[in-house]
């Protein structure tokens, strides 16, 4: 059960990363922004189809 719950947080930590990485470049790039809780829901919707994805 630790060793699920703890793939579980590395892949919850490389959706952050790639989001946060994605957010940078959308502000330097197409100066463009949305703000931190519209961050943290993309990253938990996205998160959320993975785990989905993996049930079917």
Known sequence: ????RN???RCMA???AWHLWNERNRRIFQQ???????L????IDDYGLL??????
């Open 40 to 43: 943290l829901q993309l990253i």
């Open 14 to 16: 490389a959706y952050g």
């Open 32 to 38: 463009k922004e949305i703000n931190p809780s519209m």
């Open 1 to 4: 059960m630790g060793d699920v």
């Open 7 to 9: 793939a579980e947080l």
């Open 51 to 56: 785990k989905e994805a993996k049930e079917l």
